[in-house]
Every structure is written in structure tokens, then in C-alpha cells.
């Protein structure tokens, strides 16, 4: 009985780190001023490109998409600026997969801050 309480909270404390530190991550991610966000729909996917700064932030960003398999693969690189404010959230750029990517397809943002440290997000 008392190495199955020891075991249980052990459990319990893995589990309680392993939350904190997603939650740390997510809370790191949530001040990056520019972010990746995509949606499946049916057979569609919406990759968006969405700047939300805490502070007033300049930056670039690049898009990457591959989509589709052999034979029919699509590459795009798109390239931005964005002046963000705080309070102020903006689509910056929007792109929609269609079909044809039969679930294959990749998403890579690069995004340089004036102020700060170089970031990549990825999305599949």
C-alpha cells in the first residue's frame, strides 16, 4: 500500500512537470511577435501568419509551404515586413492548400525581430 502511494505520487510529479513545462513553452511561444497557426479543413489547410506583439516590434518573416508528393509538388517562399504594435493583432499573410497535398505538405517560419533573437515555427 505505501509503494503504491510512492508510485502514485511519483506519477503525479512527472505529470506535473511534464505540464509546467508545456505551459512554460506555450507561455514562450505566446510572446513571439509573429506565429504560425494552421487549420485543417476537410481537405484543405489554412496556414496563416499572424503578428501579435506585447511591445512595439519590427520584423521580417518568411513563409516556406511544400505541399503534394513526386510529380506533384508545389514550393512557395513568401517574404515580409511587419511594424506591430502592442494590443494590435493582424493576419499577415494567408494561404490555403488544396487537395492535391493528400496530407503531405510542410510549413516553416522564419521570422528575424529588429530587437531580440531569430525564431523558426514549424507546421506538417
Not at 505505501?2 to 506555450?26: C, D, K, N, P, Y
Not at 508528393?69 to 514550393?75: I, R, V
Not at 511587419?82 to 505538405?105: C, F, H, M, V, Y
Amino acid at each position: 500500500c505505501v509503494m503504491a502511494s510512492g508510485l502514485t505520487l511519483m506519477i503525479m510529479a512527472v505529470s506535473m512537470m511534464s505540464s509546467f513545462e508545456s505551459t512554460t513553452q506555450a507561455a514562450r511561444d505566446d510572446r513571439r511577435p509573429i506565429k504560425l497557426v494552421t487549420q485543417v479543413q476537410g481537405e484543405r489547410v489554412l496556414i496563416r501568419v499572424i503578428g501579435d506583439a506585447a511591445t512595439a516590434t519590427r520584423a521580417e518573416f518568411e513563409l516556406e509551404v511544400t505541399s503534394g508528393g513526386s510529380g506533384n509538388a508545389t514550393h512557395t517562399r513568401q517574404r515580409g515586413k511587419a511594424d506591430l504594435q502592442p494590443g494590435e493583432s493582424a493576419i499577415l499573410l494567408s494561404t490555403t492548400l488544396g487537395g492535391n497535398s493528400k496530407g503531405r505538405w510542410r510549413a516553416t517560419l522564419r521570422v528575424e525581430p529588429n530587437s531580440g533573437s531569430a525564431y523558426e515555427e514549424h507546421a506538417n
